[in-house]
Structures are given as C-alpha cells and as structure tokens.
T-cell receptor, first 116, second 114 residues
Framework: ETGVTQTPRHLVMGMTNKKSLKCEQHLGHNAMYWYKQSAKKPLELMFVYSLEERVENNSVPSRFSPECPNSSHLFLHLHTLQPEDSALYLC???????????????FGEGSRLTVL | GNSVTQMEGPVTLSEEAFLTINCTYTATGYPSLFWYVQYPGEGLQLLLKATKADDKGSNKGFEATYRKETTSFHLEKGSVQVSDSAVYFCALAGGSSNTGKLIFGQGTTLQVKP
C-alpha cells in the first residue's frame, strides 16, 4: 500500500467518549501533520511531528492529544470533545519539515468526525 | 506573518469555459507557491507549484505563474470540465522564515455544470 492512509474514515462520538484517529504513511517521510478542516474556514494546522518529535502545537485544546510512536504512524486521541470540534481531520506527511522541505504535502483522505 | 488570500467562491462555470481563480500572498523573501486541489470526499493533493519568480507551474491543463511584482499566483485553465469540480487551495511555504509550515488560503469551490 502506498501514500497516506487514515482510519476511520467516519466517526461519530458523544462528548464523553474517548476515541482515536490513526494515520499511517508509506512514503518514508520524516514529518507528519494534523490539520482540521471546518466548513467555510481555512485549513488549521494543529500539530507537526518531525522525526517523531513534536515541533508545532498551534494552541490546540488539550482535549486533542497527538501521539507519534514512529515516523510512519501518527495518532490523534480525542477526549471530551465539543460539538464545534466536528470537522474533517486531515493527516499529511512530507519528506522533511525544515530546510529540505519543498512544501509538498501528501494528504490522507481524512477522518470525518461528528460530535453529538 | 505570511498569509494567502483567495477569491471567494463558489465559482460556477459551464463546461469548456475559461477559469481564473485569484490568489495573492504576503511574505518576506522568496517563498514557494502551490495550488492544491480537493475532490469531493478526498484529501488535498498537489496540483502544481512554482519555486521562484516568473516560474510557471502547470498540470492537467491548469497553469499558474509566480508574479513577484504583484505578489500573485492566479490559477487558470482554458477549458474546464465537469470533473474539475473541486475545492482549490492556494498555499505558500518558505520565504525568509524558512520553516516547514505550509500556509493555506481559505479555498475556492469550483462547480462546473454540463
């Protein structure tokens, strides 16, 4: 399998649930990203990992907790979410984060999250 | 800081019409510029890019020219098809800050009718 794979594609959860989104990349990249895409808003960068180290955390509420156990896998753990967190969560990867990064990101198809 | 501004959508065209989606940017130094496309139900994918002034990126009949004098990177296509219906994102990376962060515009929805 190639590219960036996200699971699940769709998730419905209550505000008290705990769930996780998973992302896997098969491109040998060193940087991975979580973006939030809400209707009528620009893409919001949430977290960036470079070589398994978190390098960006853009004022994201603590109810979102990322985890990067290795350079191929990225998780987003969700806990006590709010209805306004309903959105499409996109994972992406790139060859490098700084310096050699060409700006080309490879995106997964996204996980559509609905919080009831 | 760096930013990207795109024209508001949606843009609705008939098949074979000419397309222009405007994009302007604010950045210091010499960023690289990109157009990404998101087809319904999918993630974003790179459509084309330009890394220096006066470069023209092209792919699938789409073109965009990096204009430093007007800080623009407008997307054009001479004859759109129904299959081009998607959301188009202009983005920039690099410049003086030289970070890996890709700055996206808000996206422009294109609807092409038969």
């Amino acid at each position: 399998e190639t590219g960036v794979t996200q699971t699940p594609r769709h998730l419905v959860m209550g505000m008290t649930n705990k769930k996780s989104l998973k992302c896997e990349q098969h491109l040998g990249h060193n940087a991975m990203y979580w973006y939030k895409q809400s209707a009528k808003k620009p893409l919001e960068l949430m977290f960036v990992y470079s070589l398994e180290e978190r390098v960006e955390n853009n004022s994201v509420p603590s109810r979102f907790s990322p985890e990067c156990p290795n350079s191929s896998h990225l998780f987003l753990h969700l806990h006590t979410l709010q209805p306004e967190d309903s959105a499409l969560y996109l994972c992406a990867s790139s060859q490098e984060y700084i310096g050699r990064n060409t700006g080309e990101l490879f995106f997964g198809e996204g996980s559509r999250l609905t919080v009831l | 800081g760096n930013s990207v501004t795109q024209m508001e959508g949606p843009v609705t065209l008939s098949e074979e019409a000419f397309l222009t989606i405007n994009c302007t940017y604010t950045a210091t130094g010499y960023p690289s510029l990109f157009w990404y496309v998101q087809y319904p139900g999918e993630g974003l994918q790179l459509l084309l890019k330009a890394t220096k002034a006066d470069d023209k990126g092209s792919n699938k009949g789409f073109e965009a020219t990096y204009r430093k004098e007007t800080t623009s990177f407008h997307l054009e296509k001479g004859s759109v098809q129904v299959s081009d219906s998607a959301v188009y994102f202009c983005a920039l990376a690099g410049g003086s800050s030289n970070t890996g962060k890709l700055i996206f515009g808000q996206g422009t929805t294109l609807q092409v009718k038969p």
